[in-house]
C-alpha cells in the first residue's frame, strides 16, 4: 500500500533560519517561502535528489504545528508523507486494521492540493504518518 | 552537498510489533530483523520506492538510541540519513560554517559499512541529521 515517501515535514520556529540552515550550510536547493494560510503553515521546500523536506512554521492562530512546537521549542520532525494509489481504499484497509484516522476519517485537501489523511501516532510508534494520494 | 534521502530512522520499543503494523497495517515490504550488535541495535528495513525507514531498536546496555526511548517511551522519528559524496569534504565545509559534529569529528563506520557523521540536533532545528558517503 505504501508509496514513495513524498515528503518528511520538520516543525521549525524560525523559518528564515532554519532555509538558510539548509541551503548554506548543508548546501541543498530551497525554494522561496510559500504562506499556505488555509493549512495554518508557512512552508520551504528542501530538494532533495529521490524526496523532500518540508520545513514548516505555524502561520495564524490555529497552526496545527503550534502544540508540537510548544512542546519541541527547538523544532523538530513532525511527520513523514507517504503517497498512496487510492487514499479512499486505504482509509478502509486501514480502519479494517484497527488503525486510527485522525478527524472525520474523510480525506481533506492537503498543501499540495491532493487528498489527504493523518493516521493516529500512537498507531505508528509515536510517529505521525500522512497518507497523499499521489 | 546534501544527496539522497538514505533512510529516515524510527526509534521503536518493540520492533517485532512495529514490523507487523508497517507490514500488516501499511502494506509494506520488510526485511528480517538485522541485530547490529556493535551499533547498539537491531534494524529492519522498510523498502519504500525511493527510500527506506529503519525500524530500531535498542540492543545492549549502552544503544545510543535508549535515551531516546526514554524520553519518547512509545517511540518516534530518531533521525534523517542523508548521503555526501565526500564525507571529510563534507565536514569541512560544515565545521567551517559553524556547525557541531557529534563524537571526535571523525567518520565511523556506519551501519551500512560506510563511513557516516552525526551532525549536532540544536544546530539543525531539533533535527538529527547523519550524513554517509553514498
Known sequence: ???RVNHIAIAVPDLAAATAAYRDTL??????????????VTVVFVELPNT????????GDTSPIAAFLEKNPSGGMHHIC?????????????VEAGARVLGDGQPKT?????????LHPKDFFGTLIELEQA
Chains 1, 2 share one sequence.
Open 1 to 3: 500500500m505504501l508509496g
Open 27 to 40: 548546501g541543498a536547493a530551497v525554494s522561496p517561502p510559500q504562506a499556505l494560510p488555509e493549512h495554518g
Open 52 to 59: 523532500k523536506v518540508e520545513l514548516l512554521q505555524p502561520l
Open 82 to 94: 507517504y503517497e498512496v494509489d487510492d487514499i479512499l481504499l486505504a482509509r478502509d484497509r486501514l
Open 110 to 118: 492537503g498543501a499540495h492540493g491532493k487528498p489527504v489523511l493523518f
